[in-house]
């Protein structure tokens, strides 16, 4: 088992995959090694902010909410999420977030390659 933990100083990025906005990245370093996982950060996206539609062609990600609200876009379904929700985006699947609260939408994400 290995401990990694996400690092203190975030990087901000704006328009993420054609969305809106500003998302804060706070990543964890992955080691570099045969491992399917390529990304794990802790994201906060500020209010009204998004993270634009965007396809998985040769990877999978998991987003895992925090806290905050906001709006899934899975294909063509749009769903409500929440603290709790778990968020599985397959390969070759497209998908967006939109953070619909008053208050920054926290989540987890992870990229593993499929």
């Not at 995959?17 to 990543?27: D, L, P, V």
């Not at 964890?28 to 491992?35: A, R, T």
């Amino acid at each position: 088992m290995t401990i990694l933990k996400q690092s203190s100083e975030g990087v901000t990025r704006e328009n993420m995959k054609g969305g809106s906005g500003k998302a804060t990245f706070y990543y964890v370093p992955i080691p570099d090694d045969d491992g399917a996982i390529t990304m794990a950060s802790r994201i906060e996206l500020e209010p009204s902010a998004s993270i634009g539609f965007h396809e998985h062609s040769d990877d999978e990600e998991v987003y895992a909410i925090v806290s905050g609200k906001g709006v899934f876009t899975d294909g063509t379904t749009e769903t409500e999420v929440n603290p709790g929700d778990i968020l599985l985006t397959r390969k070759g699947m497209s998908h967006s977030l939109k953070n619909t609260g008053n208050s920054k939408l926290v989540f987890f994400a992870v990229i593993a390659k499929k």
